[in-house]
């Protein structure tokens, strides 16, 4: 007989993670066969039930009850399961287009669903993650560093503007246009003085001149506009946001095939939203920047986005412990998140 097991990878860390697995007796010894990798888990409890099976004290049937309710349970009138809309949304943001998404769930679960399912799931739960994380205010720095890139949209260049924080990684904001104009960069800097509550003591950006006007209107003389690159000195140097660039590949390559600039600008919110709060980022020690910044975050993964009924909304608090194991170079963290309660109409 078969069960579902939850463990949590690196001990410690808050991160659980489900497998299949067998009770295979040798002689006077028994051992659990691991027979698949599930996914990331929800719920850590279930650890915590295998133990009492294993003990004889709750059957392990009753556990594999709870396991399958937990990767079975459904949204309000929707027929797939939420924890695999919330893979396939995380799929699509970790770089997969539609179709290899198709392919995946094709060989994980035997389903042969079209493209404009999983579509339909992406645009629905960007729109739900934008406005769940709206209520959190990131604790910043006060050193900025903007630029922007272009990709082909037909015979059109879309420019995506995107403004970092340097102290912690944290992306404070993204806009898209077809525009490379000093009201484009002012739109960028406006989103993230709104985003981060406040204005900067110092603005690096490379030497386009759209913005000179955009800095002095949208922070004033409160703030120093620094014009470098990316081989400049320290203080002038914007080879944070150029290396940031090199992931970006992630997002243009999904973009490629839609037209529509209004689809796009949800799509980098949602990227903007993936980045912040679920990639890792090695220079925050290999944790997401939202959780190496703030003490609480509103959630760790998709799945607290895309809940099932019945499922509560919950903040995490984060605790960073330094990974001994890395003695050179930069440290690493293993972050370990805490489930807390969400009273209504409360956020991060």
Same mark, same amino acid.
């Given at each position: 007989?078969?069960?579902?097991?939850?463990?949590?990878?690196?001990?410690?860390?808050?991160?659980?993670?489900?497998?299949?697995?067998?009770?295979v007796?040798?002689?006077?010894?028994?051992?659990?066969?691991?027979?698949?990798?599930i996914?990331?888990s929800?719920?850590?409890?279930?650890?915590?039930?295998?133990s009492?099976a294993?003990?004889?004290?709750?059957?392990?049937?009753?556990?594999?009850?709870?396991?399958?309710?937990?990767?079975?349970?459904?949204?309000?009138?929707?027929?797939?399961?939420?924890?695999?809309?919330?893979?396939?949304?995380?799929?699509?943001?970790?770089?997969?287009?539609l179709?290899?998404?198709?392919?995946?769930?094709?060989?994980?679960?035997?389903?042969?669903?079209?493209?404009?399912?999983?579509?339909?799931?992406?645009?629905?739960?960007?729109?739900?993650?934008?406005?769940?994380?709206?209520?959190?205010?990131?604790?910043?720095?006060?050193?900025?560093?903007?630029?922007?890139?272009?990709?082909?949209?037909?015979?059109?260049?879309?420019?995506?503007?995107?403004?970092?924080?340097?102290?912690?990684?944290?992306?404070?904001?993204?806009?898209?246009?077809?525009?490379r104009?000093?009201?484009?960069?002012?739109?960028?800097?406006?989103? $993230? @003085?709104?985003?981060?509550?406040?204005? =900067?003591?110092?603005?690096?950006? #490379?030497?386009?001149? !759209?913005?000179?006007? +955009?800095?002095?209107?949208?922070?004033?003389?409160?703030?120093?506009?620094r014009?470098?690159?990316?081989?400049c000195?320290i203080?002038?140097?914007?080879?944070?946001?150029?290396?940031?660039?090199?992931?970006?590949?992630?997002?243009t390559?999904?973009?490629?095939?839609?037209?529509?600039?209004?689809?796009?600008?949800?799509?980098?919110?949602?990227?903007?939203?993936?980045?912040?709060?679920?990639?890792?980022?090695?220079?925050?020690?290999?944790?997401?920047? $939202? @959780?190496?910044?703030?003490?609480?975050? =509103?959630?760790?993964?998709?799945? #607290?986005?895309?809940? !099932?009924?019945?499922? +509560?909304?919950?903040?995490?608090?984060?605790?960073?412990?330094?990974?001994?194991?890395?003695?050179?170079?930069?440290?690493?963290f293993?972050?370990?998140?805490t489930?807390?309660?969400?009273?209504?109409?409360?956020?991060?």
């Open positions: 007989m078969t069960f579902i097991r939850a463990k949590e990878i690196p001990p410690r860390s808050g991160n659980w993670y489900d497998y299949e697995v067998m009770t007796h040798e002689g006077d010894k028994v051992r659990q066969k691991v027979i698949r990798y996914g990331r929800g719920s850590h409890p279930l650890t915590v039930r295998h009492l294993r003990s004889g004290i709750v059957p392990e049937t009753a556990c594999q009850t709870l396991a399958d309710q937990t990767h079975t349970a459904r949204i309000h009138k929707m027929k797939t399961p939420a924890r695999r809309i919330a893979s396939a949304v995380g799929m699509y943001y970790g770089g997969m287009p179709d290899a998404i198709q392919q995946q769930f094709r060989q994980d679960y035997g389903l042969d669903m079209s493209e404009s399912n999983f579509w339909n799931w992406v645009m629905r739960f960007t729109k739900a993650a934008v406005k769940e994380a709206k209520g959190f205010k990131p604790v910043v720095g006060s050193r900025w560093v903007a630029d922007e890139v272009y990709m082909k949209l037909g015979k059109r260049n879309v420019y995506f503007w995107d403004i970092m924080d340097t102290d912690t990684r944290f992306l404070l904001a993204s806009h898209v246009s077809f525009t104009t000093s009201r484009d960069a002012k739109a960028l800097m406006d989103l $993230a @003085q709104k985003r981060a509550g406040k204005s =900067p003591k110092v603005v690096v950006t #490379d030497k386009l001149a !759209a913005y000179i006007m +955009a800095v002095e209107d949208a922070f004033g003389a409160d703030s120093k506009h014009r470098g690159g990316p081989f000195k203080e002038d140097s914007t080879a944070l946001i150029e290396r940031f660039h090199r992931t970006l590949e992630q997002r390559k999904i973009y490629q095939k839609y037209k529509n600039i209004d689809d796009i600008r949800l799509l980098t919110d949602g990227w903007l939203i993936n980045y912040n709060f679920f990639k890792q980022n090695e220079g925050c020690g290999n944790v997401p920047p $939202a @959780q190496a910044m703030s003490k609480v975050v =509103p959630f760790k993964d998709w799945n #607290d986005i895309i809940r !099932a009924k019945g499922i +509560a909304n919950m903040n995490y608090q984060v605790t960073l412990r330094r990974r001994e194991s890395v003695k050179k170079g930069k440290p690493v293993d972050a370990r998140l489930p807390i309660e969400v009273a209504h109409g409360e956020s991060a």
